[in-house]
């Protein structure tokens, strides 16, 4: 037992070192995906017996007109989060300049990112508010008509994911940021030399060498705005009428709130959920494999 | 290592000695009641009971009100308390059917609850059985602006004509009839309640909450009919979907609007607001169809003994306590609300009197609960979202009824 130990220490001490990681990992994630995708063919509310009822389920999702409110929701989430990308690039791009302060210019950009987004949720809700908003304050000082944007199912969904933006922008811009911090200023020397600057250094010279970056904050939006659902919960629960859901908030109505405890249906809807993050899922897995063997 | 022992002994000797005390006579109540004016009532009722049985020691876990929702699952099944804090009707159904309640038809036999509490008795039997005390109950009614009505000259309207009569003189005098704000649905479920409870009676509401009539049956349509007759003549105050309940008190404060379908709750905020009694009244809605008899909305609280009860003859015991007459007296006085018990007295308020005459001597048709607890939660949640769409966009009234119809066929 001993001499094994000591002729494979180096072999086993990383599993050894891991195992409590992997442990946690299989107990609260990886089982749970399971225990998801089993439950989605029972019929259970929470309390009594589980039902097998097979694909019942996802045969009434498919009929299920909020499913689908639900669904164009998340890809209009899904396309217009992607502005914080651009976004924070260029609040990045203007920050990143030596002049007296620029830290807390930078430190307050940052800020929404900082605040919880029940908070960012709040201070939107008033912004739009019909009768004393901002927002409406200054449509009517124009002359326009007021717009109770959070009451209105053509606007609501925008409303929140201009929310939204705000603090993802914050977010893109760190990112950016740090990866300003390493573009090699004798590459853009280089170019200055042959005569590139504005948009053509920008795009040829500094973006490429901003490609991790780029990359991260891709990822990190993409996977934010599908599971969007605090701001969605605080501004709007859903409503008007079912209007701004998303397929997180909706699998939450239907397993947890007043009015659900549909878990088998609740589950089917996750595992919906879980088959569109598994496209980006696999895009990173496969990107940071072939990174790791240097291709 | 010695120690590690030391520990587990004491903590095994501590475990054997409060479970000894359980034994001898702990009831463990869980409650919702977590506002200051409720939970003070509680506790006054707890202590009464301790004073006049003290071989009883009562423990009580107070949460949240919203937090309750979620948390009665979780205690119910893992923990359970003697004494748990729920709702009547439909509400208790999943816990009743899921056997986490128990049966309480002896404390109702012992303390003569059948005749006493007659108004309350349907919406506590389940299977035949009494599920439950019903501690507390809560009128609605429509709110109004007395001084407005006085000072344009209008009647308490009776009927429908004159409540739509009274409605345009308050528009003629750029006075918003309804204040209402659906924003988190509900409250757009009590108008439609109303209006379905006055055009086709009890009966048809409670057979039409209990999925046995179809959402595309006429007699619906005819009560969306009244309810477009309101939307298209602009009762309702604009943008509600964007307000919460309470921030529709406002405009009823100020005077921009006059009338408010609300329940008993609503008074306080609105006393807040500067509406004293000469500026504030509640009447009852008015008839719609000749001859439906007047029926009521008025939501009970009730308390349940639990299934995994420890002790459950004390709590038995705390039940029956809480179901006499002279405790609903002062518990109630305390709330600001209905005693179930009807030999109870109700404390001198102008809204507690004219509500408690009204149900008990005007709701021949019946006591309704609300419509998210007479229906079950997925066709109440379905229904209230519907009725708000329909307050805005009254031509999609097809649309949402065959959706409605969709969800009735796959709820029941």
Not at chain 1, 52 to 63: A, P, Q, T
Not at chain 1, 148 to 155: K, S, V
Request: with cysteine; aromatic share 14%; proline share 5%.
């Amino acid at each position: 037992m001993y001499s094994y130990w000591k002729n494979n220490q180096l072999k086993l001490s990383p599993w050894l070192f891991l195992a409590p990681g992997i442990f946690i990992f299989l107990l609260y994630v990886i089982v749970p995906i399971f225990q998801s995708v089993a439950l989605s063919f029972y019929e259970w509310d929470g309390l009594g017996l589980k039902t097998y009822i097979g694909l019942s389920n996802y045969v009434e999702l498919l009929d299920d007109y909020a499913f689908y409110t639900s669904l164009k929701n998340n890809v209009i989430w899904l396309i217009l989060c992607l502005l914080a990308i651009p976004a924070g690039l260029f609040t990045a791009l203007f920050l990143n300049q030596t002049v007296r302060g620029i830290r807390i210019y930078k430190s307050l950009f940052f800020f929404p990112f900082v605040i919880s987004q029940v908070v960012v949720g709040l201070v939107f809700t008033w912004f739009y508010d019909p009768s004393n908003g901002l927002l409406n304050v200054i449509l009517e000082a124009f002359g326009f008509n007021p717009v109770a944007i959070l009451a209105d199912e053509d606007y609501v969904t925008y409303g929140i994911i201009a929310a939204g933006l705000w603090p993802q922008t914050a977010y893109c811009m760190i990112i950016y940021l740090t990866g300003l911090n390493s573009v090699d200023p004798e590459l853009i020397e280089a170019g200055r030399i042959d005569n590139a600057r504005g948009w053509r250094l920008l795009w040829y010279v500094i973006l490429p060498q901003l490609k991790p970056a780029t990359f991260i904050a891709i990822i990190v939006t993409v996977v934010g705005a599908l599971r969007s659902f605090d701001l969605i919960s605080i501004m709007t629960r859903g409503g008007p009428w079912g209007s701004s859901r998303v397929l997180a908030y909706y699998m939450y109505e239907k397993a947890l709130s007043e009015y659900g405890y549909r878990m088998g249906y609740a589950a089917a809807i996750a595992v919906i959920l879980l088959a569109i993050m598994m496209i980006y899922i696999a895009v990173i897995l496969y990107r940071i494999y072939r990174d790791e063997r240097g291709v | 290592m010695k120690k590690f022992f030391n520990t587990k002994i004491a903590i095994a000797l501590a475990t054997t000695l409060i479970s000894a005390s359980v034994l001898a006579g702990t009831v463990v109540i869980n409650s919702n009641q977590a506002d200051p004016a409720p939970k003070a009532a509680l506790q006054g009722v707890i202590d009464g009971f301790e004073a006049e049985n003290p071989d009883v020691d009562v423990v009580l876990n107070i949460f949240d009100h919203e937090g309750y929702k979620a948390a009665i699952r979780n205690f119910l099944t893992a923990d359970a308390p003697d004494i748990a804090f729920w709702f009547a009707g439909n509400r208790m159904r999943p816990y009743v059917e899921a056997g986490l309640f128990a049966p309480i038809d002896d404390v109702w036999a012992d303390q003569g609850l059948y005749s006493l509490m007659k108004t309350s008795a349907p919406s506590m039997t389940i299977d035949g059985k009494k599920w439950g005390i019903p501690y507390t109950y809560y009128n609605w009614g429509v709110y109004y602006r007395q001084d407005i009505f006085e000072n344009l000259g209008i009647a308490v309207p009776t009927n429908w004509d004159e409540f739509i009569t009274a409605g345009e003189t308050l528009k003629a005098n750029g006075v918003t009839p309804i204040t209402i704000g659906t924003k988190w649905l509900w409250t757009a479920g009590g108008v439609f309640d109303y209006l379905n409870l006055r055009t086709n009676g009890y009966d048809f509401h409670m057979a039409l909450t209990k999925g046995e009539i179809a959402w595309t049956d006429d007699r619906v349509r005819a009560t969306m009919a009244n309810y477009k007759q309101l939307i298209d003549g602009g009762f309702f105050l604009e943008n509600h979907a964007a307000l919460s309940w309470q921030e529709a008190l406002a405009p009823m404060g100020n005077g921009e609007a006059a009338m408010y379908i609300m329940g008993n709750f609503a008074v306080a905020p609105l006393r807040e607001l500067g509406l004293d009694d000469t500026k504030l009244g509640l009447f009852q809605f008015p008839e719609i169809t000749p001859g439906v008899p007047m029926a009521e909305e008025a939501p009970t609280d009730t308390i349940h003994l639990t299934a995994g009860a420890k002790n459950p003859v004390d709590a038995k015991r705390f039940l029956a306590y809480a179901a006499r007459a002279d405790v609903q007296t002062t518990w109630n006085a305390a709330l600001g609300q209905l005693p179930t018990n009807a030999a109870a007295g109700v404390s001198d308020d102008k809204f507690l009197n004219a509500a408690f005459s009204m149900l008990n001597n005007d709701a021949p048709g019946g006591v309704a609960q609300f419509f998210d607890r007479d229906a079950p939660a997925e066709m109440a949640s379905a229904g209230m979202e519907g009725f708000q769409e329909f307050m805005v966009h009254p031509d999609r009234l097809e649309a949402i009824l065959q959706r409605l119809e969709k969800v009735r066929q796959q709820v029941y």
